[in-house]
């Protein structure tokens, strides 16, 4: 199942993603909108 996360989630996962491909920040500066998140979580 995939959901989208917020606040302090996305940020901690967020910094992540930048550690692993840190040209995700140049994305996020040429767009307005907050990149999402994602998180596919087990279906049980």
């Known amino acids: 199942r995939a ?3 917020a606040g302090e ?10 550690e692993f491909w840190p040209p ?3 994305y996020q ?3 307005e909108r907050e990149i999402p ?3 596919l979580d087990p279906v049980q």
Request: proline fraction near 0%.
């Open 3 to 5: 959901r989208t996360t």
């Open 9 to 18: 989630e996305r940020l901690r996962l967020w910094k992540k993603a930048l």
């Open 29 to 31: 500066l040429k767009t």
């Open 37 to 39: 998140v994602v998180v």
């Open 24 to 26: 995700y920040a140049d």
